[in-house]
Structures are given as C-alpha cells and as structure tokens.
C-alpha cells in the first residue's frame, strides 16, 4: 500500500507565495516520477509540474517562472514552491507518484488566491 500526504495549502493573497509538501509512505521501492495536478470544480484535473527521478523537470505554461518543483529521494519527499500567486491558481493540488508502473494519488490539499 502506498500513501501520500499533501500540506501546506491555505490561502493567500494574490501575489504571495506557498509551499506544499509531499509525503510518501508505505510500499515504496522508487519513485519513477513526482508530480503536482489541480483541479477545480467543473474542470478537469490538470498537470502543474512534474520531475523525474534524475532530476528533469516540466511545468505547465502557466506556472512556468512561478512555481518551482523539487524533490528527496531518499525521503520520498517532495515540494511545489509557488510564487506570485494569482487568484487563477486557486485549487485543489494534488500530489501524484509513479512508481513501478502504477500511479498513486494523495487525497489533496486546497490552495485559494484571494484577496
């Protein structure tokens, strides 16, 4: 069994900053991959950023210049540092990890922009 725990949403103001951060537990042999979605109602989830296990990163047009994806191996840990934040952002992020072929989710973490 695999578990993943998202933190650090909340809300922000516009142009403010956030750090979510992602714990993987449980049956873990190696993460392939490391990524952060979001959703908001009505639409569909959509790719923020991922990185792999050597380290290659990918973001989406949006974000680009904005947030900033890391990752620790060996903690199974990972990070979304969002940066001028705008009320476009606001959110459920989830954390996503492929590992052996098979994907996992966590169960979210709510980001709202708003002044």
């Known amino acids: 069994q695999v578990h993943l725990v998202e933190s650090g949403g909340g809300l922000v103001q516009p142009g403010g900053s956030l750090r979510l951060s992602c714990q993987a537990s449980?049956?873990?042999?190696?993460?392939?991959?490391m990524g952060w979605y979001r959703q908001v109602p009505g639409k569909e989830r959509e790719l923020v950023a991922h990185i792999t296990s050597s380290g290659s990163t990918n973001y989406a047009d949006s974000v680009k210049g904005r947030f900033t994806i890391s990752r620790d191996t060996a903690k199974n840990t990972g990070w979304l540092q969002m940066s001028s934040l705008k009320p476009e952002d606001t959110a459920i992020y989830y954390c996503?990890?492929?590992?052996?072929?098979?994907?996992?989710w966590g169960q979210g973490t709510q980001v709202t922009v708003s002044s």
């Open positions: 449980g049956r873990i042999f190696g993460i392939a991959v």
């Open positions: 996503n990890i492929l590992q052996l072929g098979s994907y996992y």
